[in-house]
Structures are given as C-alpha cells and as structure tokens.
C-alpha cells in the first residue's frame, strides 16, 4: 500500500497507482533545513530478503532544478518504535540513495550496500535486510523554489 507524507509546511504528494506508481509533487517553498516530501511502499508484514542484494526499478519524469530525489529501503531498525520499527532514538530514518532522475524510464538499481546515512541506533546496520518494512522515495526541494514535477515508478524487483 503506498504512504505519503512531507515536512511541516510543505505539501505533500499525491500517488496515482494505475499498475505504475505516479507521483505528482508541489511541495511549495521551504521555511526549514533539510526539507522533504516522500511516498512509499509498505509491506504488510515485515519481510526477510537478505537473500537479495537489493532494489530495482524504471524511474521517469520531471523534476524542477535543485530539486533532488532518493531512494531508501526502510527497516526495523529504522524505523519509530511508533511506527512498528525498534529506533528509540531522536532522530529515525531510513539510509538513501541518491538516483538522478531521467525523463524517459530508466532502470535505477539500489543495492542495500549503496544506500548511506539514516538515524538509528549506532549499532544499526544502513540497512537490515532481514527486517524489511518498506521502499520509499524522497524528493529533496530546492531552498527557494521547493520540489514540483511529475515522477513515474514501475517495475519494481528486489534483485539478486
């Protein structure tokens, strides 16, 4: 099932889920560091692949200048005590990788090993593929024109 969400004060993006997923984005202008708007893909229960090596899939569309685009494969470890995860930590959030994104479909493979970052706990591998909750993508705006633009997923896989 796909989740959206943004920062506070900005807009978040709208899904249409017509065998592709199409995210239509106009967060508006940032007031705050570290601004963001995402949509997801969370599994219905926790799921082990740590018999593959990561995420791919086709991305296309548009997005405005500065504007930049991630993808993260959310964890347990990762993710709020809240929200079903075990981070008890101030900040929580999965590990990312930046992709650039193509106006024509293009094939963009993340392996777990690429992906950088996140808050969890110190011990916390980037990504825990044996506890798998969710995949997400992270658009992060522009400081003065914030994030428009129209992004299209498909064929999504885990790979080998």
């Known amino acids: 099932m796909a989740y959206m969400g943004a920062?506070?004060?900005?807009?978040?993006?709208?899904?249409?889920?017509?065998g592709s997923l199409v995210i239509t984005l106009d967060t508006g202008v940032p007031t705050m560091m570290y601004p963001y708007a995402f949509v997801g893909l969370g599994f219905k229960a926790c799921f082990n692949a740590s018999e593959y090596k990561g995420v791919t899939f086709k991305a296309s569309g548009t997005l405005n200048t500065g504007c930049t685009i991630q993808f993260s494969t959310v964890d347990k470890e990762h993710n709020k005590v809240a929200d079903g995860?075990?981070?008890?930590?101030?900040?929580?959030?999965?590990?990312?990788?930046?992709?650039?994104?193509?106006?024509?479909?293009?094939?963009v493979t993340v392996n777990f090993l690429d992906q950088?970052?996140?808050?969890?706990?110190?011990?916390?591998?980037?990504?825990?593929?044996?506890q798998v909750t969710a995949i997400q993508w992270q658009v992060n705006p522009d400081a003065t024109?914030?994030?428009?633009?129209?992004?299209?997923?498909?064929d999504i896989k885990f790979v080998k």
Do not use: N, R
């Open 7 to 18: 920062q506070s004060g900005l807009t978040m993006p709208t899904v249409t889920t017509d």
């Open 85 to 107: 995860g075990t981070c008890t930590e101030t900040a929580c959030y999965a590990s990312s990788k930046l992709f650039t994104l193509a106006s024509s479909p293009t094939d």
């Open 116 to 130: 950088t970052g996140g808050g969890a706990d110190p011990s916390a591998e980037v990504v825990d593929p044996t």
């Open 145 to 154: 024109a914030g994030c428009k633009g129209t992004i299209t997923i498909d």
